[in-house]
């Protein structure tokens, strides 16, 4: 609980002296590209494609879903349906992972189960087997699940297996 409480702390803290600075804290939350992904090392601000790249990778809490540049998704459990319910602060604290574009699967993926929703503002949200997929602030490095189980803006937050359900070890 402490850890959470932490970790949110920071994170918003962060979305805010971003905003105050006159930016988005993320730039463009491209799903194939990370892009603006906070702590992206490497990847530059903006979509390399209209396309979202949606992949598995192997971690500690077994096979997850992650972007085309490796950063863990996950889903919200106040999400109703394929509509995001994470606006506002929110959404500066969990980036939805958007595209321009059809979705791809990457390997271990099933493109069936791949999709996107609109955003109040337009843009798409990529979705998997129903669930809207965000990044957190807080990871920093490819395959980081640091917003794993954590209770935030109202629910818990879980990444997904690549079967679309999510991952709950507590």
Known sequence: MVRSLALITASIGAALL????????????????????????????????????????????????????????????????TASSCYGACAGVWPPATATGAPVAGAGVHQSLLATTARKDGSMEVVYNGHPLYYFISDKQPGDTTGQALSSFGADWYVLSPAGTKIDKS
Not at 64 to 76: A, E, H, K, M, S
């Open 18 to 81: 971003a905003a105050s600075c006159g930016g988005s804290a993320y730039g463009s939350t491209s799903a194939s590209t990370g892009g603006g992904y906070p702590g992206a090392a490497g990847t530059p601000p903006g979509s390399s494609g209209p396309s979202a790249t949606i992949a598995v990778r192997s971690t500690a809490l077994g096979q997850i879903l992650v972007d085309g540049g490796g950063r863990t998704l996950y889903l919200f459990a106040a999400d109703q349906g």
